[in-house]
């Protein structure tokens, strides 16, 4: 019996994972904790992509842009070409991964609190960057189901 509500309590898990992210019903989120962009950008100069100093300073102006509190950068620069890197924040984070021989970039903006302004970082970095061609993927991240229907699984009960 208790396999059987195991596996019950995965396949309601998989109903609202389905509903919520595959199906885009943020609707069913019990709780929404956070804003989360994911971005692919295209028609970006090498030079915008190719230089931490310059991915640093655009990362700090959309953290400014967007109510942001930044706590840490960390970028790396690959040889011959290409900055991956992260903006740790007190409200979550901002990602980088570039090609600049394609022009492409693809970030990710993640934030949770009522003062975060996601949006707007990214309309900052979008203008930084000059992108002729965006993409944007917005999921609210958050609670599907209450915290007080979720029945326990203890690793014993297995």
């Known amino acids: 019996m208790t396999m059987l509500k195991t596996v019950f309590s995965l396949l309601s898990w998989s109903y609202v994972f389905l509903q919520t992210v595959v199906f885009g019903d943020s609707e069913s989120l019990h709780r929404k904790l956070g804003r989360h962009l994911i971005i692919e950008m295209q028609g970006v100069q090498f030079d915008q992509l190719n230089s931490i100093v310059l991915m640093e300073n655009y990362f700090r102006t959309a953290c ?65 960057l000059g992108s002729s061609k965006m993409k944007v993927t917005r999921l609210d991240r958050g609670l599907p189901i209450a915290p007080e229907d979720i029945q326990a699984v203890r690793s014993d009960d297995l």
């Open 64 to 128: 400014k842009s967007g109510n942001l509190t930044l706590l840490d950068i960390n970028m790396h620069e690959f040889q011959p070409h290409g900055v991956s890197g992260v903006a740790v924040l007190a409200e979550s984070h901002i990602s980088v991964h570039t090609w600049p021989e394609y022009g492409y970039a693809a970030l990710d903006i993640f934030t949770c609190g009522d003062t975060a302004d996601p949006e707007a970082a990214l309309t900052s970095l979008k203008d930084q």
